[in-house]
């Protein structure tokens, strides 16, 4: 039986739709609270969208394509601008490229206005024009840090600006455009022509589309400064992200003096650079040698630290891995992990356990990368493994010795890229031997002189650690 609200006409109505100024979630219909950030009288009606495009001779040629082939060597290779500061330059890939937009996000206070005045005092120094608006600090503030940076005379204008319409106005003054432009932050900017509050989706938005479209306009690069959420990700839209052509993280943690520049997106250079610099009373100092420094300082007498061979980009890195195991009086023991994947811990953790018979159940699990890196390479299954054997007997690993080499579930040890770099910068900061996967044995790019132990599988780990145990016991 049908009712009468089934037989209503079907009218093709579009679809309205609904997106919250705060978080830029989208909705159906209207609410008085978003139920995405529970943020109240956010929601407004999206404009309705434009009637379809009259097509017209006047438009002939204006939406041009042009065939591959036909691309200029120029535009294939941008011409890059070196800062001078060189490991700014490393993670964009060479230089900045004239006409790009970069955001740079990162915690409060780990360094991003203080790492972008040395880029801007050090562009400057080149006799190049260079704007830095902040709409966090006033002149004379900037003009504080400058002095204890060191770069008071530097040729850099300061404007204490967050109107984009004011900011562009001044851009386009003077009788050159900026090289460089450094607008900290992009959540401080608001466009009169955008109704919501700075720091909203919708402004940060709009504010984000006209700083950009001013540098592709005018070949000028444009740094943007976005602030980042309890969760990590840089606040406001995503699309942000979307509209800019490199997307750089500044992180670190505030406890220690060690600061990395990494590269998410880039869409003129790799994504897996990273720089690294160290916060000094006078700034933040380039680290050339950052091994030297993530191993310094230990003591390898310890039981539960191992060291690790890895790559970030195309840089060896050696840094320590600490673990600790210990009893817990906890009914679901504790599982930690700093700066490092908890779920690759627990792959480990339960491969020791089914594969080896190590068990580590009821036992709490600490795992720490010195230095505050972040370690995301898989590579460094087998020096966690080792950190945490090491805890397990309280036997400390053998001194002068680095480990890497990928676990799969099977407990096999799988090769890894690059074993040859990895060996020669562990050779160069002094260590003589080396754990690593037997299928990387055949590397081409061996360096000689190293004591290598090949492993097969995890087991053949813990048979190591459990006979240098008893060794040292006898
Ligand atoms: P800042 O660049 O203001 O951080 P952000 O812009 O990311 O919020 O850096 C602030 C911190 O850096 C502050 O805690 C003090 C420290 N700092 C130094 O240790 N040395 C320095 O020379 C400067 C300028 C800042
Ligand atoms: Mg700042």
């Not at 300061?158 to 984009?164: H, N």
């Not at 001044?170 to 022509?193: C, F, H, K, N, Y």
């Not at 460094?380 to 579930?409: C, K, M, Q, R, W």
């Given at each position: 039986?049908?009712?009468?609200?089934?037989?209503?006409?079907?009218?093709?109505?579009?679809?309205?739709?609904?997106?919250?100024?705060?978080?830029?979630?989208?909705?159906?219909?209207?609410?008085?609270?978003?139920?995405?950030?529970?943020?109240?009288?956010?929601?407004?009606?999206?404009?309705?969208?434009?009637?379809?495009?009259?097509?017209?001779?006047?438009?002939?040629?204006?939406?041009?394509?042009?065939?591959?082939?036909?691309?200029?060597?120029?535009?294939?290779?941008?011409?890059?601008?070196?800062?001078?500061?060189?490991?700014?330059?490393?993670?964009?890939?060479?230089?900045?490229?004239?006409?790009?937009?970069?955001?740079?996000?990162?915690?409060?206070?780990?360094?991003?206005?203080?790492?972008?005045?040395?880029?801007?005092?050090?562009?400057?120094?080149?006799?190049?024009?260079?704007?830095?608006?902040?709409?966090?600090?006033?002149?004379?503030?900037?003009?504080?840090?400058?002095?204890?940076?060191?770069?008071?005379?530097?040729?850099?204008?300061?404007?204490?600006?967050?109107?984009?319409?004011?900011?562009?106005?001044?851009?386009?003054?003077?009788?050159?455009?900026?090289?460089?432009?450094?607008?900290d932050s992009i959540q401080t900017m608001w466009d009169e022509r955008v109704e919501s509050a700075p720091g909203t989706v919708a402004q940060v938005r709009a504010s984000s589309q006209a700083l950009i479209r001013f540098a592709k306009a005018r070949d000028t690069t444009m740094v943007l400064v976005g602030h980042v959420t309890k969760d990590g990700q840089i606040a406001g839209p995503r699309v942000v992200e979307h509209m800019v052509d490199a997307v750089l993280y500044f992180e670190g943690d505030r406890g220690h003096r060690f600061r990395i520049l990494r590269g998410v997106k880039n869409r003129f250079g790799p994504t897996d650079e990273i720089g690294?610099?160290?916060?000094?009373?006078?700034?933040?100092?380039?680290?050339?040698?950052?091994?030297?420094?993530?191993?310094?300082?230990?003591?390898?007498?310890?039981?539960?630290?191992?060291?690790?061979?890895?790559?970030?980009?195309?840089?060896?890195?050696?840094?320590?891995?600490?673990?600790?195991?210990?009893?817990?009086?906890?009914?679901?023991?504790?599982?930690?992990?700093?700066?490092?994947?908890?779920?690759?811990?627990?792959?480990?953790?339960?491969?020791?356990?089914?594969?080896?018979?190590?068990?580590?159940?009821?036992?709490?699990?600490?795992?720490?990368?010195?230095?505050?890196?972040?370690?995301?390479?898989?590579?460094?299954?087998?020096?966690?493994?080792?950190?945490?054997?090491?805890?397990?007997?309280?036997?400390?690993?053998?001194?002068?010795?680095?480990?890497?080499?990928?676990?799969?579930?099977?407990?096999?040890?799988?090769?890894?890229?690059?074993?040859?770099?990895?060996?020669?910068?562990?050779?160069?900061?002094?260590?003589?031997?080396?754990?690593?996967?037997?299928?990387?044995?055949?590397?081409?790019?061996?360096?000689?002189?190293?004591?290598?132990?090949?492993?097969?599988?995890?087991?053949?780990?813990?048979?190591?650690?459990?006979?240098?145990?008893?060794?040292?016991?006898?």
């Amino acid at each position: 039986m049908c009712s009468s609200r089934d037989l209503a006409p079907l009218v093709a109505r579009a679809a309205k739709q609904f997106t919250c100024q705060s978080c830029g979630g989208r909705t159906g219909k209207w609410a008085g609270r978003c139920d995405d950030c529970g943020e109240w009288n956010t929601i407004v009606e999206d404009a309705a969208s434009p009637p379809g495009f009259q097509i017209s001779s006047a438009r002939q040629g204006r939406g041009r394509v042009i065939e591959l082939t036909d691309l200029q060597s120029g535009s294939l290779n941008p011409s890059r601008l070196k800062t001078g500061i060189a490991e700014f330059d490393r993670v964009v890939g060479g230089g900045i490229v004239p006409g790009s937009a970069l955001l740079v996000g990162g915690d409060p206070g780990i360094g991003k206005s203080t790492l972008l005045l040395q880029v801007a005092a050090s562009v400057a120094a080149t006799d190049r024009r260079v704007t830095y608006i902040s709409g966090e600090e006033s002149p004379d503030q900037v003009r504080l840090r400058a002095q204890r940076l060191g770069v008071r005379e530097a040729n850099v204008e300061l404007g204490a600006a967050t109107s984009v319409a004011d900011i562009l106005t001044t851009l386009e003054s003077g009788p050159l455009s900026p090289a460089l432009v450094i607008i900290d932050s992009i959540q401080t900017m608001w466009d009169e022509r955008v109704e919501s509050a700075p720091g909203t989706v919708a402004q940060v938005r709009a504010s984000s589309q006209a700083l950009i479209r001013f540098a592709k306009a005018r070949d000028t690069t444009m740094v943007l400064v976005g602030h980042v959420t309890k969760d990590g990700q840089i606040a406001g839209p995503r699309v942000v992200e979307h509209m800019v052509d490199a997307v750089l993280y500044f992180e670190g943690d505030r406890g220690h003096r060690f600061r990395i520049l990494r590269g998410v997106k880039n869409r003129f250079g790799p994504t897996d650079e990273i720089g690294v610099f160290e916060m000094t009373g006078g700034g933040l100092a380039e680290v050339e040698n950052p091994s030297a420094l993530f191993i310094g300082g230990r003591d390898e007498s310890a039981p539960g630290a191992a060291i690790f061979a890895g790559i970030e980009g195309t840089r060896p890195i050696l840094v320590e891995i600490q673990a600790l195991v210990a009893p817990s009086s906890l009914g679901t023991p504790r599982r930690a992990v700093v700066g490092a994947d908890a779920s690759r811990l627990a792959m480990i953790i339960a491969v020791l356990e089914a594969r080896c018979g190590v068990s580590m159940a009821g036992q709490d699990v600490y795992l720490n990368i010195a230095g505050g890196l972040r370690i995301q390479e898989p590579a460094a299954d087998l020096a966690v493994a080792a950190a945490l054997l090491s805890s397990l007997t309280g036997a400390a690993l053998p001194t002068g010795t680095v480990h890497f080499g990928e676990i799969s579930l099977s407990g096999a040890v799988r090769p890894v890229a690059q074993p040859g770099s990895r060996l020669k910068e562990a050779k160069k900061l002094g260590f003589g031997g080396a754990v690593i996967p037997a299928a990387d044995q055949n590397d081409s790019d061996m360096p000689a002189g190293l004591e290598i132990s090949l492993v097969e599988d995890l087991a053949a780990l813990v048979g190591r650690i459990a006979a240098a145990r008893t060794e040292g016991i006898d």
